[in-house]
């Protein structure tokens, strides 16, 4: 699908909108609220190298999008004339600036994280015209806020009851199967990884490798079973398919999923009497998965079993802790609420350190949210008429908290991780202490993040349990 098509249909005749003697039009991108009071900015390094990077449209680009516009409106409302004379003056590129916020960085809401401009006096209609695709940041922003919110959950128990030093693997990332798109696991699984290490979804580790410069290994995963490898033995020989399991694993992480029947009696008797050698004397650690039922009430169970039949130590903090080579993982009804649950029960209740426990989250990680979780808004803020930049903004009566900041814009940080938009700026005023930084301009890619900045950026810091009472 050619660049020019890649808008909303209405945008095809905003060129005709504006005011006579516009020559610049200047938008900014921010989140005006949501569920969460920060955003890890991440993402927009994709769609600038996928979509917006060097030529990006041709003539017969030109006249395809023409024709469509032809037959989808009834009439000629394309802009066939500008977006020729765009090719003809820059070949293809696109002449617009983009800054922003370096990606990883933590910024609470109502903060400008982007802004764009066209750079030709002669295309100002064409800033807007690329909303469509950059708004999209809001995807991956999203998902690596919530992410990196849950691992400030996880932290506050671990900290509370057990080692921190394990939270890079304690939400592994089960969402590949349940994303809309092919593109969407990728850009969604890839911002997942910049808060933890565990993944499922290749398509996120590609995506990272491809376009964040990740030279190492960005997730890991280990062996796992499913229903199906395990329900093709037939219930007679369930006990058969674990020690299949173990055999076929002999040595590392494993882990296998014991609900297909019975998840109590697989505990008990299966893992707990029959296969406990085994376990217990094998160079790894088993991993058992639940996968129905509520997870409070069954994890509750499944540890009380576990703990009978292979014993616990107490640690420092006061906590019972499996034996190395058994854990439990939750992959069933998980999301940030459920997770602050379980660990809440079963860390005050019943004892249990939340080191015996990972989670794997699908759709409610990748799926479950969207623009408006964290209230993504794209809007004018300035425009350049007869020589001179206006402000621009937009004040409905009917809801103050759609209201748009006024002017061109800079992002200061008068403290780590404190930070104000100042509005109306004037020529370089603030220039230095700026953080939007020029990202893209005239078709070039001017910053190329690379995940390991972007990773620290994003760090959760330890030392102030959260989540916990």
Not at 61 to 84: K, P, V
Not at 252 to 276: I, P, T
Request: aromatic share 12%; with cysteine; net charge neutral.
């Amino acid at each position: 699908m050619n660049l020019v098509l890649r808008t909303d249909s209405y945008k095809f005749t905003h060129w005709k909108q504006y005011p006579p003697n516009t020559t610049g039009i200047y938008s900014y991108f921010e989140s005006r609220g949501g569920m969460f009071p920060n955003t890890v900015f991440f993402g927009l390094q994709y769609y600038l190298k996928a979509y917006l990077q060097g030529p990006r449209f041709t003539q017969a680009d030109i006249s395809q999008a023409d024709e469509f516009c032809r037959e989808h409106f009834g009439n000629t409302l394309f802009n066939r004339e500008g977006w020729t004379r765009l090719y003809e003056r820059h070949r293809g590129l696109l002449p617009v600036r983009i800054k922003a916020v370096a990606e990883g960085t933590v910024v609470p809401l109502q903060n400008v994280l982007l802004t764009i401009e066209n750079t030709d006096p002669e295309f100002p209609w064409l800033t807007n015209y690329l909303e469509t695709l950059l708004v999209k940041v809001w995807y991956p922003t999203t998902v690596a806020t919530l992410s990196r919110e849950i691992k400030k959950i996880i932290a506050g128990f671990l900290e509370r009851t057990g080692d921190p030093s394990l939270l890079p693997f304690k939400l592994h990332d089960f969402g590949y199967r349940g994303v809309s798109s092919e593109e969407t696991a990728a850009i969604g699984g890839a911002a997942h990884l910049i808060n933890f290490v565990g993944s499922d979804t290749v398509a996120g580790i590609i995506f990272l490798q491809d376009y964040y410069g990740a030279r190492n290994m960005p997730g890991f995963s280990i062996p796992a079973s499913e229903h199906s490898t395990i329900t093709a033995w037939g219930k007679q020989h369930e006990l058969d398919a674990y020690g299949n399991m173990l055999r076929a694993y002999p040595a590392g992480l494993v882990a296998c999923v014991s609900d297909s029947y019975n998840v109590y009696h697989a505990c008990e008797r299966l893992w707990g009497e029959l296969l406990k050698p085994d376990i217990m004397h094998r160079h790894g650690t088993l991993i058992i998965r639940p996968d129905s039922g509520d997870p409070v009430t069954v994890l509750t169970r499944v540890f009380e079993i576990l703990g009978e039949k292979f014993g616990y130590e107490t640690n420092s903090k006061g906590y019972r802790v499996l034996p190395p080579y058994l854990r439990v993982i939750q992959g069933d009804g998980v999301n940030m609420f459920t997770i602050q649950n379980m660990l809440y029960q079963l860390s005050k209740f019943h004892g249990w350190s939340a080191d015996n426990l990972a989670f794997g989250m699908g759709g409610a990680l990748l799926q479950q949210l969207n623009r408006d979780t964290q209230k993504f808004a794209f809007k004018c803020s300035a425009a350049h008429i007869n020589g001179q930049w206006r402000v621009v903004y937009k004040d409905p009566v009917t809801d103050p908290g759609k209201n748009s900041k006024h002017g061109r814009l800079a992002l200061l940080e008068a403290e780590p991780g404190q930070f104000v938009t100042i509005e109306n700026v004037q020529a370089t005023e603030f220039e230095k202490q700026d953080r939007l930084v020029t990202v893209f301009e005239n078709g070039q890619l001017l910053v190329d993040y690379d995940l390991e900045s972007i990773r620290q950026r994003a760090q959760v810091p330890l030392g102030i349990p959260q989540g916990v009472a």
